[in-house]
Every structure is written in structure tokens, then in C-alpha cells.
């Protein structure tokens, strides 16, 4: 039936169905009045949405008052409590703000590094109180316009330091929070650092606590590397680090789009959503999207459904993908056993290579197979077409 469980763990962040719809050339015009964030926080509870994450300024106006900010928590509690959402994921905002206009973490000014390490600490206190687990860390302004300006060295020296500090900053405070590093490739900086979810991956090994840093892929800052997201979400888990994951939709090579999920790129979608329920991925399926600026609330609410009911539409297919008989003989024809292989599979002896070296390989009769590819690849589109 499509219909969005808890257990399918979907959330959304409170900047996403809190998205005024203004753009770049529409700063000033949103076509959606502002919605408190418990007023959100109800709305999501309405679609069925599990959690709901937040950047501390999304909950916490940057210049609240001490007394906005309890009066603004208390009403976000009661929304939580009424809904049953909970927080699964926090993060901060260190791309919005004029101060940021050179970077956060990796900014030529010391004091701007300082503030921005100070901002993130504060935020990992408030997204504690709401029990997160996990604390994203999107770079968005972390990198140039122009290479005059910075040695890229020095970026990654100063990127590596803050997070050093502010893992050492979660053990001091004992919040157990897992930290997931997201990358994109440019927009708004003109490219920014650690453009790729395997650029981070190799970052990450440079760190004090690789433990404790994972990352957050986007299917949509993939596709704007030209990159194939599934890709690099399954390099992402083969080295244990799918802490948390960014669902939207956008197409090759454009602007940041953030689309609903599923949008335009169905194969891709399909792909992903098969890749993660194969190997069992528990976390959050967040969704970091934007409903279309054509949109007023009720489009909004059309927009998050369509999130979930096209990701468990994924999932129905596929389970039917893994069912099918055809599809399977298929899969089982062109993935064929070892046989005779297998005495050279596996780890290196001196004997194997030596026997391997020595072994004579038919090349124009292995070539000459044909894989069969086409014929699979077409009953998959007729299975999601729904013709199957
Ligand atoms: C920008 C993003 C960000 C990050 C967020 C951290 C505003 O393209 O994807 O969304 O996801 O800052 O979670
Ligand atoms: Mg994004
Ligand atoms: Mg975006
Ligand atoms: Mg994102």
C-alpha cells in the first residue's frame, strides 16, 4: 500500500518542507509564508514522516534571545511529543550567514575558523538535548572562487583540525554522536573542497577518530559531479562509513536541484533504493529536497508523500527484481561459477601465480560470448514499467 512506517525510517529536514520556494533570482519573493518549526513538525507528522532533522538556525533563529530560544524549543518539544517524531540527525549552518562568505572551517580568517568551531559546538549541544545521533557536516562554503586565494593544503589542514577538535569536543561531553561528512562539488563556492563522497572517504582516514566520521552522500551532488550516486553509496558502505544518506533527484551535469525523490532519474532511484535494502542499511532515508516553488502547502505535503511512496514503490520492485525467475536464471546464466578458475582465485601463493602464468586461455572463445546484458537490462524496464 505505499504507506510511509515508521520502520522505513524516512525523514526530512526542517529546511526542506520549511523551503520558502525562493531561488536565486527570487530571493526576496518566496512563494511560501514561513511555518514555525513546530508548525512543520505537525505537518511531517501528518504525511508519516518518522523524524525530522534541523541545522541549529532552521530550530534556533540566529539571533534568538535566550528567551525565544526556550520558548521556540518548548513548542518543537510538544510537536515531537505529540507526533512521534523524533531527532535523528543534527547539523549546523555555516554556509548562510555573511560571515561564512569565505568558508567556515578552512576561512583565511582565524577568527571566522574560531566562530565557526564555537557554532558548530553549540549546535551539537542543542541537537543533543534532542537526542541526535548523528551530526552532519555539509562544507557549503568551504572552498574558492579563485586559487589565488587559498593553497588548498592549508584548507585541508584547517578541515582536518576543526574536526579533530570537535570529536574530541563529543567525547568530552559524552553525546555518542556519529559524525557524517557531506560532499558536493560546487554551488554556492565556485568549487568546494572534498568535492565527492571517495574524496571524503579518504579524508576521513587522515583524521584523529576515523571511527567516529562516516559520511552523508547526496544523489544530487553526485549527479552534479556527473558522478553515479549508487557508486559511491556502496564504496561508502563497503568501508562501513553509510552513517546517514541525502535523497533527492537531479539531473547530470545542472544547478543544485533537490528534487523530490525518484523524480527524474528512475533507474538511478531504483538502483540506489534496491542497494540499500540488499545489504540492509538501517539508518535514516532522509530526504533533502525541495518541493517546486509552483507549490503552496498542500503541494508541499504532495511533494514529502511522493518522497516516501516513491522509494517503497522502489522497494516493491525490487523485491520483484529479486524474485523473478527469468531475471534470476538470467543473472545466474551471466555470472557463471569458478569451475575451473577457482585453483587461481583467491590469495596469492608463488604456486598459484606460477600455474596461473604458465595456463593457456582461450581468448577468441571467452570473447566471443555474448553476455545477454541487453535482454536483462530490458526486463528490468519492463518490470518497472509495470508491464512485468
Ligand atoms: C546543500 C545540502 C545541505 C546539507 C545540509 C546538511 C542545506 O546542497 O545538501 O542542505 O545537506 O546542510 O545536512
Ligand atoms: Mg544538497
Ligand atoms: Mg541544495
Ligand atoms: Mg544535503
Redesign the pocket.
Known amino acids: 500500500d505505499y504507506q510511509p512506517k515508521p520502520e522505513h525510517k524516512f525523514t526530512f529536514?526542517l529546511?526542506t518542507v520549511g523551503s520558502s520556494g525562493a531561488d536565486q533570482f527570487a530571493t526576496t519573493f518566496p512563494v511560501r509564508g514561513p511555518k514555525t518549526p513546530a508548525e512543520l513538525v505537525r505537518l511531517l507528522g501528518e504525511v508519516g514522516a518518522y523524524g525530522v532533522?534541523f541545522?541549529d538556525n532552521d530550530l534556533i533563529p540566529l539571533d534568538a534571545t535566550p528567551a525565544e530560544a526556550e520558548q521556540i524549543k518548548k513548542d518543537f518539544r510538544a510537536a515531537l511529543k505529540e507526533t512521534g517524531l523524533v531527532v535523528p540527525?543534527a547539523?549546523t549552518?555555516l554556509?548562510s550567514a555573511q560571515i561564512f562568505k569565505d568558508g567556515a572551517f578552512t576561512s583565511n580568517d582565524p577568527k571566522v575558523r574560531a566562530y565557526s568551531i564555537q557554532k558548530a559546538m553549540r549546535g551539537m549541544d542543542l541537537g543533543a538535548e534532542f537526542g541526535a545521533k548523528i551530526y552532519?557536516?555539509?562544507g557549503?562554503r568551504e572552498g574558492t572562487e579563485t586559487d589565488a586565494t587559498k593553497n588548498p593544503l592549508d584548507g585541508l589542514k584547517r578541515f582536518r583540525e576543526a574536526l579533530n577538535f570537535l570529536c574530541e569536543y563529543n567525547n568530552s561531553q559524552g553525546y555518542g554522536y556519529k559524525f557524517a561528512l557531506?560532499a558536493?562539488p560546487n554551488?554556492p563556492r565556485g568549487d568546494i573542497y572534498l568535492p565527492t563522497t571517495g574524496s571524503m572517504l579518504a579524508f576521513i582516514e587522515t583524521l584523529d577518530h576515523p571511527e567516529m566520521v562516516g559520511v552523508?552522500p547526496?544523489f544530487?551532488?553526485e549527479h552534479m559531479a556527473g558522478l553515479n550516486f549508487m557508486h559511491a553509496v556502496a564504496q561508502a558502505w563497503d568501508a562501513g562509513k553509510l552513517f546517514h544518506i541525502?535523497l533527492n533527484d537531479q539531473n547530470y551535469a545542472r544547478f543544485?536541484q533537490?528534487w523530490r525523490f525518484g523524480q527524474q532519474n528512475w533507474k538511478q532511484a531504483f538502483f540506489l533504493v534496491k542497494f540499500l535494502e540488499d545489504v540492509g542499511y538501517t539508518g535514516s532515508r532522509h530526504f533533502?529536497a525541495h518541493a517546486f516553488r509552483t507549490e503552496d502547502y498542500e503541494g508541499v505535503k504532495d511533494f514529502a508523500r511522493g518522497c516516501m511512496r516513491t522509494y517503497l514503490i522502489f522497494k516493491e520492485k525490487a523485491r520483484q527484481f529479486n524474485e523473478d525467475k527469468e531475471i534470476q536464471a538470467l543473472l545466474a546464466e551471466i555470472t557463471p561459477a569458478s569451475g575451473e578458475m577457482e585453483k587461481f582465485e583467491g590469495k596469492f601463493t608463488a604456486e598459484k601465480a606460477a600455474a596461473l602464468k604458465a595456463f593457456s586461455f582461450d581468448r577468441n572463445a571467452i570473447a566471443a560470448r555474448g553476455l545477454k546484458y541487453e535482454k536483462l537490462d530490458q526486463l528490468l524496464t519492463d518490470l518497472m514499467m509495470g508491464i512485468r
Open positions: 529536514g529546511w532533522n541545522h540527525m547539523t549552518n554556509f552532519v557536516f555539509w557549503g557531506e558536493k554551488e552523508n547526496e544530487a551532488h541525502d543544485d533537490d533533502d
